[in-house]
């Protein structure tokens, strides 16, 4: 697993939703959980029917097309991302937005709006890519009302693991990226980075697998990781080959899932005096 919090390697992944569409797919496909991630995450939502929300890297949108039906007509949302490429993706995904939803290019260490502004703040599994997570939860919590909900989902250590170990063998060990790092955002220690920040913090973890029975899916999934940087051609033919076989053998590939989410509460006392709203802040849009 590369280190998830470089820019280089953020921007990459990033730039447009292609990569994350073939990752995306993968998971629609061959999870075991048929229910459904986003529509698990939109569950664990406990929010008055006016609420105004800010999601904080919301990627292609999925998780709010996904769930367009079940979002309360009074509900005002900024979707957010630091991607052009993505704010794209989900406008266009969601057809400009219904009226529910408005679109801006934000910086999650620098939030351009007044503190307190939100009901709520999702962030679906982007903290772990926050080079500076200390200043990115104390902008959260400035803009959280006193009483407000961060939902906050990542994934935990043995997430995808086999699929890791499959790809390490076969990568040049020169260019073998930078694991993650243990102060990463993780479901074994994110509790704890959020604690300074928040009150009653809780986890729920999401049950779910991967059985693979196809390969082109996987290869694709493979390739929109750093593997297409760290594989020679011949080498990711060789990984192939192996992922092959291994299906023609065992008629399944299995992979370990390991994500969930932080329900954590900012607490109802004043700001301090570090989290005052700079100049230039402005209100979110309704």
């Not at 049950?207 to 080498?235: C, F, G, H, K, W």
Request: aromatic share 10%; glycine share 6%.
């Amino acid at each position: 697993m590369p280190d998830l919090s470089d820019r280089t390697y953020v921007s990459d992944q990033y730039r447009d939703a292609s990569k994350l569409e073939a990752r995306i797919r993968l998971h629609a496909l061959f999870s075991t959980n048929q229910y459904g991630w986003h529509r698990w995450v939109f569950d664990q939502f406990d929010l008055p029917s006016a609420s105004r929300i800010l999601e904080l890297g919301c990627g292609d949108g999925t998780l709010w097309r996904l769930n367009l039906e079940r979002v309360p007509s009074a509900w005002d949302i900024v979707l957010s991302d630091r991607s052009f490429g993505m704010l794209g993706a989900a406008y266009r995904g969601l057809e400009g937005g219904y009226g529910r939803f408005c679109f801006a290019a934000i910086d999650s260490q620098e939030i351009p709006f007044a503190e307190r502004a939100f009901d709520a703040v999702v962030a679906n599994h982007m903290l772990y890519h926050v080079p500076d997570r200390p200043k990115a939860l104390s902008e959260i919590h400035r803009v959280l009302k006193p009483g407000g909900h961060l939902y906050a989902s990542t994934v935990g250590r043995d997430h995808l693991r086999e699929l890791d170990e499959m790809v390490h063998r076969y990568e040049r060990p020169e260019r073998r990226p930078v694991h993650t790092p243990a102060g990463a955002f993780l479901l074994e220690n994110g509790g704890a980075q959020l604690a300074p920040w928040f009150s009653s913090v809780t986890t729920a973890r999401y049950q779910d697998a991967l059985v693979i029975t196809e390969l082109e899916p996987l290869v694709d999934y493979i390739l929109s990781m750093t593997a297409r940087l760290t594989l020679t051609n011949s080498r990711l033919a060789a990984l192939t080959d192996n992922l092959e076989r291994a299906l023609a053998r065992h008629g399944a590939i299995y992979i370990t899932k390991d994500s969930g989410l932080f329900h954590a509460l900012r607490s109802d006392d004043p700001s301090p005096g570090h989290l005052r709203r700079k100049p230039g802040q402005h209100e979110a849009p309704r």
